[in-house]
């Protein structure tokens, strides 16, 4: 929970890639089974946009479904609905296929094509193919030490910590007096441990917009861009 006591946007990413890692669970090809076989599935572009936060002991229901395939990626659909089915958030994400191993992509099983299918609807009309620019100068930044706490069983950083290095960045009254309504984001390179992250934030054309990049400090490596947008709290 925030300070607001509701559920913080990384709350809600952490959920909504719980719901995922369920989906495929429910087909028999958990993230364990794929990691045995050196296989996993890497976020590389995503939207969130929230109406509003969940407050403390709500409850809340996430549907998920894929919407499209190609050959080593699939693009995942997301509805958040409070407990009477109102619609609070959604997101969508492209997730790649990935030999842990060899560093690369892989063809999505046709097995896991099989049983899950699809469905083409699209849970919001957005684009998360289009490139967001890095940016090299920061009106806001801060820098992190990546610890063990912050990688997953690759040993990299999860993408929800990336959203939270960027909400960091955010100027405090914004992050007081606003609640993050949607954040756009692309995850272009691998942060490991023990490396320093630099998050740096510029305030948007519109108003209370955020254009973000997240880079490790000393080779200039981008590692995450992103743009969000925040609106008043209730």
Same mark, same amino acid.
């Given at each position: ?11 809600? =990413?952490? =959920? ?14 958990? +993230? ?15 939207? =969130? ?21 190609? +050959? ?19 997101? /969508? ?16 099983? #046709?097995?896991?094509? !099989? ?47 990336? +959203? ?21 984001? /692309?995850?272009?390179? !691998? ?8 998050? +740096?934030?510029? #305030?948007?054309? *519109?108003?209370?917009?955020? *254009? ?13 861009? *992103? ?8």
């Amino acid at each position: 929970m925030d300070k607001s006591g509701v559920a913080s946007p990384t709350t809600i =990413l952490t =959920l909504i890639e719980e719901t995922a890692a369920d989906h495929c669970h429910s087909i028999n090809f958990s +993230l364990y089974d794929l990691e045995a076989l050196n296989i996993g599935w890497v976020l590389v572009s995503g939207y =969130l946009q929230m109406e509003r936060y969940p407050a403390y002991k709500e409850t809340i229901i996430i549907r998920t479904w894929l919407s499209n395939y190609s +050959l080593v990626k699939g693009y995942r659909e997301n509805i958040i609905y409070d407990e009477h089915f109102n619609i609070i958030g959604k997101a /969508r994400g492209i997730w790649v296929f990935f030999d842990i191993k060899k560093r690369r992509p892989a063809q999505i099983f #046709e097995d896991i094509k !099989e049983k899950w299918s699809y469905c083409n609807q699209e849970a919001i009309d957005h684009d998360i193919g289009k490139k967001i620019v890095a940016i090299d100068k920061a009106g806001y930044l801060q820098e992190y030490i990546i610890k063990r706490f912050d990688t997953d069983s690759n040993k990299h950083v999860n993408n929800v910590r990336y +959203l939270q290095w960027v909400i960091e960045s955010i100027p405090e009254d914004v992050d007081t007096n606003y609640y993050l309504h949607s954040i756009d984001g /692309r995850f272009i390179g !691998e942060a490991q441990y023990d490396d320093t992250i630099i998050s +740096l934030t510029n #305030e948007g054309i *519109a108003d209370k917009t955020f *254009a973000h990049t997240i880079k490790v400090k000393g080779d200039n490596k981008v590692c995450a861009t *992103a743009q969000t947008s925040w609106k008043p709290k209730f």
